[in-house]
């Protein structure tokens, strides 16, 4: 017959069920049978109200500024009004900006993007040194104001910049640095850095090997590059074109240093509506609307085929 006293634990039970307990904590039990919130959770429920100063900053300075742009588009004398927004969507002018400012910013994004990862793809393979001492470099173009990148093309690429001077020199055509072609060579200039910074941690802890393990079963270079390097870089491509194309889409300092208001552009036009004698602020809020819907429809499509190739 067996006794009904509780076998003695060893050492060792004893040891596991003293370190279960201060593990995982029975929680008390409040007079309605509930449980009662522990000290952790009134802790971490304490620390939500650190993120306050975060909501009033972002209140203070994108909320009420959106909420005054949004006002000034939408009133009216009599009240509120769209007739604002139907001539931003139909004027010739403005149709026309919008779409030079959308072709701009994917073609921008498009050569940034390639730009940067091959870029990338050719500084991973350097040595150490050479590779750290590069991506300082890539740094600088970042940091550098729009006008400051404007002021060094125009003395490189200008009317009477250097490569101009030789260009003429040998008799062959200058080249139009106030073209579109121009804007299209110069913007990439600072974004193709902003790409190979943002692939280089990829391209370095799976890139490389990667690449090997397809070419050791038999791809070519380019089945390689294409069905395997491109699909697990493609998360870092979307991350860096969504920052690169919100930033075309609202492309102002250097395209006003380079072209004036020779280029029809959403943002040289708002500008202008501001700027000039006519002072129509009203318009020019409603052109901003629009401008920002335009950058967050293409925002969102890209974030929804970044999660595509999260999956």
């Known amino acids: 017959m067996r006794s009904s006293r ?31 919130a522990s000290p952790r959770g009134a802790l971490v429920r304490g620390e939500r109200f650190l993120i306050l100063p975060g909501l009033l900053f972002l209140l203070l300075f994108f909320g009420f500024p959106l909420y005054s742009i949004l006002e000034r588009s939408l009133a009216a004398p009599e009240g509120l009004t769209l007739t604002r927004y139907a001539r931003a969507l139909t004027a010739p002018a403005y149709l026309e900006a919008w779409r030079n400012s959308l072709v701009f910013a994917l073609l921008s994004t498009l050569a940034a993007a390639a730009g940067g990862l091959f870029v990338a793809y050719w500084t991973s393979g350097l040595p150490a040194r050479a590779k750290g001492l590069l991506m300082s470099l890539y740094a600088i173009p970042v940091s550098l104001s729009g006008l400051v990148v404007a002021f060094g093309f125009i003395v490189l690429l200008g009317r009477n910049g250097v490569v101009n001077q030789l260009l003429a020199a040998l008799g062959l055509p200058r080249f139009d640095l106030y073209s579109w072609l121009g804007l299209f060579v110069v913007f990439p200039f600072y974004n193709i850095p902003l790409f190979a910074l943002a692939l280089m941690p990829l391209l370095e802890t799976v890139g490389r090997g990667l690449m090997e393990a397809a070419r050791a079963s038999g ?35 250097t395209a006003l240093a380079l072209t004036g208001f020779a280029k029809n552009l959403l943002s040289l036009q708002i500008y202008s509506l501001v700027a000039e004698s006519t002072f129509d602020l009203p318009q020019a809020a409603a052109l901003a609307v629009v401008l920002m819907a335009s950058t967050g429809l293409g925002l969102y499509a890209l974030a929804l085929w970044e999660r595509r190739f999260r999956r």
Do not use: E, H
Request: net charge positive.
């Open 6 to 36: 509780p076998r003695a634990l060893t050492p060792r039970c004893a040891l596991w069920t003293t370190r279960r307990k201060r593990r995982f904590p029975r929680r008390s039990r409040s007079t309605t049978g509930r449980p009662s």
């Open 219 to 253: 791809a070519t270079p380019l089945q390689a590059w294409v069905r395997v390097l491109l699909p697990a870089l493609m998360p870092g491509i979307l991350a860096g074109a969504s920052i690169v194309f919100a930033g075309m889409m609202g492309a102002f300092g």
